[in-house]
């Protein structure tokens, strides 16, 4: 007689056999004792692997480390694991004024020089289609010249971070903002804060990609606020088209959208019930806009 | 733009756990998560909506694997403050943290295919979902579910047997 083997009988185990199949499987290890002890095995086996797998849930709180006291760019994207307080407060209202760019001579858009630009990043101040670079922002929801007075969460800066405080290293920066190194705004009860964002439209249907330090390009998540994750869930193409939007929803359901502002620039417009507000950029976002070269963004939360 | 929403409620927190035990990292899973499901806008059509989802973040996971090492000494770098943190925790903390790790390391012995078959299963997929995301035949999934739990069963005790260094860490 032949025996079953492993494969089979973990397939019968897992409930992916066919009823005849696992009537075959039954039978057989009725009437035989090696098989049935393979069958046993593979049952500890089952339950073994599944004890250990769920051992690595334990891997995130474990290493992954509590939010840092102060709202920083640098870590605040650990905040949704403990989404607890983003219902604190009062609605936020949150601008964030997406600038696309102004042509003028290309400037390498890697602002500190110990910053190695993000390989899409490179190409757009040497590449023949992304010869543009933003070179001003104004939002049109916020009048405060954004990048100048306001202190920036260490967001990369077209406009060069000589003229902006400092990026800082995304591990440093908890303990540098917690000692008051730099007077950073905070998001906690805040009137007004703002950071930048650059990111580089590489075609007709670029990628937005943002980051808070060159070095770390490609790895900010989506929007968030404090807990609550925002998710993209839709395009539009921005360049010329006014009713151009890009709406997005976070996980609870709450709904904001891109709104054209002008003749070049869009807003993402999301009222909150936060008081504690963090913005994360996704690295790709779904934006789309027609032609190539740096866009830069700016994100404002203003205490209504 | 097609039904993200309920994609998102109902595949968000398996996907999540999926490539967290995969990666080690929530916060990277996070971002593999949210890029599959912006993937998932474009996606006009979707036979089996699981499977594509799995299949997708299965594959950004490997297109991302050369940022691994720098993902790597970051998770290490945090690792190092979280043990600087927990010498005050209770002992039963710690063994958790060690089981955890152990488990990390055992799972870090299986061949791609093979971990990423069993993480699948975990998560409920089906043969035929498992099969379709990492392009198996579907009978051959219970020969790779089955090799993948017993070297995984082996390489943790192993791990339990061998890696006293680390369990005595305090």
Known sequence: MTHIDEGTIHAWLDGALTPSEGAAVEAHTASCAQCAAQVAEARGLLAGASRILSALDEVPAGVVPVRAPDITWAK????????????????????????TARRQPA????????????PNA???????????????????????????????????TAAKSASAPAVRDSVAAPRAMAAGAEEPRRAVGLERSTM????????????????????????????????????????????????????????????????????????????????????????????????????????????? | MHDVDRLF???????????????????WAEEVAQETFLRALRQTAMTNERAWLFTVATNLVRDGARQESRRRRHLELLRAEEEGRMVESPAL???????AARARRALEQLAERDREALLMREEGLDYHEIAAALDLSVGSVGTTLARARRRLVEMFEGERGGGGDKAVKR
């Open chain 1, 122 to 156: 490179a190409p757009a101040s040497s590449s023949p289609h992304t010869g543009t670079l933003n070179k001003s922002v104004k939002t049109q929801a916020v009048p405060t010249a954004v990048g100048a007075a306001v202190p920036t969460f260490g967001m990369q």
């Open chain 2, 93 to 99: 903390a710690m063994e958790r943290a060690e089981d």
């Open chain 1, 196 to 304: 930048r964002l650059d990111a580089v439209v590489t075609g007709g249907a670029g990628a937005i990609r943002l980051a808070k330090d060159p070095a770390q390009l490609g790895v900010q998540p989506v929007c968030f606020t404090d807990g609550v994750r925002v998710l993209i869930l839709d395009t539009a193409s921005v360049a010329g088209d006014d009713r151009a939007r890009l709406a997005v929803r976070d996980t609870s359901g709450v709904v904001g959208e891109w709104q054209r502002v002008g003749a070049d620039s869009v807003a993402l417009r999301i009222a909150r019930p936060v008081a504690r507000t963090v913005w994360g950029m996704m690295r790709e976002g779904a934006v789309d806009f027609s032609g190539a070269g740096m866009v830069t963004a700016s994100c404002e939360a203003v205490k209504r």
């Open chain 1, 107 to 118: 400037v390498p858009p890697a602002p500190t020089a110990k910053a190695t630009p993000q």
């Open chain 2, 9 to 27: 409620r109902e595949y968000h927190a398996p996907l999540v756990r999926y490539l967290t035990r995969r990666l080690g990292d929530r916060d």
């Open chain 1, 76 to 99: 605040p994207r650990r905040r949704w694991l403990r989404p607890t307080g983003w219902a604190v407060a009062a609605g936020v209202m949150l601008a964030v004024g997406v600038m």
